[in-house]
């Protein structure tokens, strides 16, 4: 990685896993300079596969279950900020799937209930009732 302020080679200096939010963060110095920054760096998503109605493989999309999840917990006043945590551990749970990167519509329906119900009961509910095939 190249630094933010001069452009030079940088070093990694510290470096941990962050399992809650899926991501690594690291400390860097510059070569060049010595400024010390920090990075996340996280697993880009839309290159994670999942099969659509049809059979057929495509992009997985987050916003799309993002969306689910924030018309689930529609009635809570954090919903926004509750909805980005359910799907972060919705993710991390579906990453631990053997058949992980390619992820069936059931496999992430089902994970997020398992989520969503042990999260808001409430939220749980209305999301089951928007999907059949759960129930």
Known sequence: MVCIYCGGKTKVTNSRYQRRSN???RRRQCLACGSLFTSHEALELESALS???HGRLEAFKPDLLLEELH???HSRKD???????V????????????????????????TAAGVLKRFDKQ????????HPSLQ
């Open 23 to 25: 991501q690594v963060w």
């Open 51 to 53: 099969v659509n109605r």
């Open 123 to 130: 939220a749980y509910l209305r999301y089951v009732a928007d």
């Open 87 to 110: 799907l972060a551990t919705i993710v991390r749970k579906l990453l631990e799937l053997p058949q992980n990167p390619v992820f069936a519509p059931a496999d992430i329906s089902k």
């Open 79 to 85: 919903a926004h900020t509750a909805s980005r945590e």
């Open 71 to 73: 018309n689930a917990m």
